[in-house]
């Protein structure tokens, strides 16, 4: 029988940290060797453990993911399945240094396929190819991963069991529903998992502002600006959904639109 894969998981984010040890646990041959939120924990779990492969997410506070391949080194780390926000294009520039790229949300078989991948990598005794590829990224001759100024142009969505890239010119606003946040498009609504900060810093400000703590708008949908009676404030999109506009925002957005916040 072979020898069960020993993989630690990287994810900054506990729900997404733990939608992969759910795969992870109906899988066989694996072993889940311990877990990392950050990546300074990551290092430390690698060194620890020495494993097959790791789950890593790209985009984490202090340590990225790639800092991480970078403190270790290419002779020492394991193969690679990076777990991104990035778009496709973004993507692109992992390719060539990773036995595959999970772009959340993500469905089980595209785990899956992400781990068969792996398996049949580190079976097959490709990880020192993995490894050199993984030394050119380092080396700087791929292309580094996006700038935060570098925006998305599209926004990977779940739609019954897929994973859909929307175009960001399609969406009217995204609001948050708990862990997750509900991309509106037309009449379309589509569940993203992702944090509202991190859609927010994605988005270019150009277009879209945050005008409450649990809506983000496309802000040439926005037709009027309303004010109630009792001081609230709201705006109106074209197709004349209603939209709350917190009062700590109003005075910010109204100046990001160039136009007078006076009552």
Do not use: C, N, W
């Not at 002779?75 to 992992?94: G, R």
């Not at 792996?118 to 080396?139: Q, Y």
């Not at 926004?155 to 069991?161: L, P, Q």
């Amino acid at each position: 029988m072979p020898e069960p894969l020993r993989i630690p998981v990287v994810d900054d984010e506990p729900l997404a940290r733990q939608r992969v040890l759910d795969l992870l646990a109906r899988a066989a041959e694996v072993e889940v060797v311990g877990t990392a939120g950050t990546g300074r924990q990551a290092v430390a779990a690698i060194a620890q453990h020495a494993p097959d492969l790791v789950f890593l997410d790209v985009q984490m506070p202090g340590l990225s993911g790639l800092d991480v391949v970078r403190e270790v080194g290419p002779e020492a780390m394991p193969a690679v399945v990076f777990v991104t926000a990035y778009d496709q294009h973004a993507l692109a520039a992992f390719d060539v240094a990773a036995v595959d790229y999970l772009l959340k949300p993500y469905d089980d078989d595209r785990f899956a396929q992400a781990l068969a991948r792996a398996r049949d990598a580190v079976r097959l005794r490709e990880v020192d190819t993995l490894r050199d590829r993984l030394a050119s990224l380092l080396g700087g001759s791929v292309p580094p991963p996006p700038p935060s100024q570098a925006y998305l142009e599209r926004i990977a969505v779940d739609m019954r069991g897929q994973t859909r890239l929307v175009p960001v010119d399609a969406i009217d606003y995204i609001a948050s529903d708990g862990p997750y946040a509900e991309v509106h498009t037309g009449s379309d609504v589509y569940v993203v998992r992702e944090r509202m900060q991190t859609l927010e810093e994605r988005l270019d400000p150009a277009r879209f502002f945050r005008i409450h703590r649990s809506t983000i708008v496309r802000i040439d949908r926005v037709e009027a600006i309303l004010t109630a009676a009792g001081g609230d404030y709201s705006v109106r999109l074209a197709d004349g959904t209603r939209l709350r506009l917190s009062r700590s925002r109003r005075d910010a957005f109204t100046q990001h639109l160039g136009i007078d916040a006076a009552e």
